[in-house]
C-alpha cells in the first residue's frame, strides 16, 4: 500500500508573532517553524498503516527551503521518501491554487491513500485535502479520528460537533484528512535520524498551470484581533501580586467567592 | 448575468442546525448591502424544513431534491449543491462553518475553480466592495479578505459570527423544488452517535478551572485540580490536553468538546482558538493567565494576567481558600 501525507510548516505556536511592513503577513526573520500539528498526527496514521499493511509512505511538502526540517523529521520518524516542492512565495496563493501545485505533484504517484492534516495552524484555511481530492478525482472524508483497515475494506470514523461520531465505509483510493488527538505521535528514534541520511527527498518545481490557477482571494490587510472586552490586566507583571488581586477581585467585584 | 445570494440550510434528518439561521442573517445583512435578493438551498426532500426556512424573509426556498440526499454524504451533496449553483447563477454562496460543510463545500467550490473564504468572522459590504474577515495563526490575527475574479463567491461563516435571532422573518417565502442529478455515491454513513454516556456533564458547573497545553506536564494538573478543589469547581481541558490522554475527553472543552457557562471560567495557559473559545464564550466571568500578552483568550477575558501560571496558581489557591475560610 503506499501513503502520501501532506505536511505543512508553519511558525512556531509559542512564537510572539509580528505583522510584517506590508501588514500583509508576518514577519519571518527571527521565526522558527515546526510541522503544522494535524499534519503530525496524519503522518503518525500513515506509519501505523504501513506497519499493519505494509507498504511506502511518501511525505510531500510544498514551500521554501526551510521545510526541509519537517521533510527530515518525517523521514527520521520512518517516512520512507519525500517530494519537496519547491517555491518562494507560493505559501500564499490561497487554498485552489495550493491543493493544485500539491495535487499535481502527487498525481503519478498513484496512492493508494492520501493523508493531510485537518486545518493548517497558519492560514487554517481547512481545505486544501478536500480540494486536492476533487482535483484528483478521490472520494473523501474530513476530521477523521479512527482509521480501521482491519478487513478488506476501509472504515474511518469522523468527527462531528458536540462530541458526536460517524463511521463512513470507503473506497479506496480516497483521501482522509487526520484530527489531532487520532493517536500518540511518536518521537524520532537517533536509528532513525541516521537511516534518514539516505533516503530520498526529490525537488520539484510546482506545475505551471498549478502555480498560476491564480488567487481568488487576497488579504488586504493582518492586524491583531479587536478585544470583545475590557479586561482587568491585574498585577502589572508581578505574577504573585496579580494572583492576590484576582482573589480580592472575585470575591469583591465579581461575587463569584 | 450572476445575481443574488444563496444561503445553504444544514440539517440532518428534518433538524436544522442553528448555525444555518446566523447564514441566513449574514446572507441578509449581505443582501441589504449589495441590493441582492437571498434564496435558501434545503437539500433533500424534507416539506418541514422547507416551511420552517420559508418563514424567513427570503426571495424563495429552494428544495432540491433526489433520493440519494436523504442520508449527508460528501459527493451527494456536492453533487446536488453544483447543480443548485449552476442554475441559479449566484453572485454569492454563503454557508455556516459547520463540520458538515467543511466536509463538502470545498468539493463544490472546486467545481467552480476556487476554494472558499472560509470560517469569516465579520463582513462589511461597501457598495460592490466586500470584505471578509477571517481568523489566523489559531487566533492569533485577523485578516481582511477580499474575493476576485469571477463570481460566484463561496463564504463560509464561523458560529457565533452572526446571531440567529437577528435573521428577519417574513410573510412566507414561496418554495420551489428543484429536481437534481446525483451522480455515484462512493462512502456508505452509518448512523452517528455518542461515545459512551459521558461521565461528567459540566454543563452545570458553576465554576470551572481549565487548563491547556501551557501545563506542560500531566503530573502538573495537581496543581490546577487544588485550585478547582479551592474553588468548588470541576477541572476542564483544551483539546491538546485530552488528545494526550492527561485528563478524559469527557472533560474537553469546545466545538468538538462540551459547551459550558459557568459563573467562573478560569483559564490557565490556554491560548484561545476559537474551537475553545465557542465552547465557553458566554461564561459570565471569564479569567485568563497567559504569559504571552497576545494570547487571544485575553480578547474575551474579564480579568487577566499576564505571566507564568506556575506562579500564579499556587498564590492564587492559597489566597481563595484564606477569603473562603
Ligand atoms: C475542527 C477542530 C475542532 C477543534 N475542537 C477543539 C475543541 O473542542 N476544544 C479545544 O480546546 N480545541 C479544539 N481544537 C483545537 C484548537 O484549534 C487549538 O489547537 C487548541 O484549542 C489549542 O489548545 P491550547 O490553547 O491548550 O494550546 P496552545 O494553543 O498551544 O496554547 C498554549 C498557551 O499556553 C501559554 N503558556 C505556555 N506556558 C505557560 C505558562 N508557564 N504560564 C502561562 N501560560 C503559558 C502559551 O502562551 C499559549 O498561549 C479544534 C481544532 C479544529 C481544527
Ligand atoms: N504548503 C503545504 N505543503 C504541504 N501540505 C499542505 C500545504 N498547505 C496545506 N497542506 C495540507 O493541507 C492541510 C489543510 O490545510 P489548510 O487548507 O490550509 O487548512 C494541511 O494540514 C496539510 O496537510
Redesign the pocket.
Known sequence: MKIVVLMKQVPN??AILRVNREEKWIEEGDLSFEVS??DGYALEEALRLKEKKGGEVVVCSLGPQRVKSVIKDALARGADRAIHILGDNLEHVGPFATAKILAEAIREEQADLVLTG??S?DYGY?QTGVIAAELLGLPHAT?VIEVDYSGEQLRVKR?LESGWYQWYTMRTPCLLTI??GISQIRYATLKGIMAAKKKEIREVQPAADAAAAGEFQTVTRIYLPLKQKQTQFLGDGDAKRGAAQLAEKLRNEARVI | MPNGILVFIEHRQGAINKTSFEAVAAAQALGAGAGQDVSAVVLGADAGVAREVAAYKLARVISAENPKLADYTSDAYADAMERVVRARDPQYVLLPHT?LV?DYAPKLAARFGKGLVSDCIRMKAEGPMVTFTRRLF?GKMDADVVAKGEPPVFATFQSGAYRADQAERGEGAQVESLPVEVGEVRMQPEAPFQEVKQAVDLSKADVIVA????I?SQENIALAQKLADALGGDIA?????CDAGWLPIDR??????QTVAPKLYVA?????????LV?MKNSSTIVA????PE?P?FDIADYGIV????EVVPVLTEEIKKLKS
Open positions: 505556536r509559542d500539528e494535524s485537518l486545518q495552524d481547512g476530521i468527527e484530527q489531532s | 463540520y467543511r489559531l487548563i491547556g497545553r501551557g506542560k481541558a483544551s483539546r491538546p490536553i474537553q472543552i469546545g466545538s468538538s468538546g490557565l495557559g490556554i491560548s484561545g482558538a476559537i474551537q475553545h465552547g493567565v497567559n504569559k504571552d494570547a483568550i505571566g507564568d501560571l506556575f
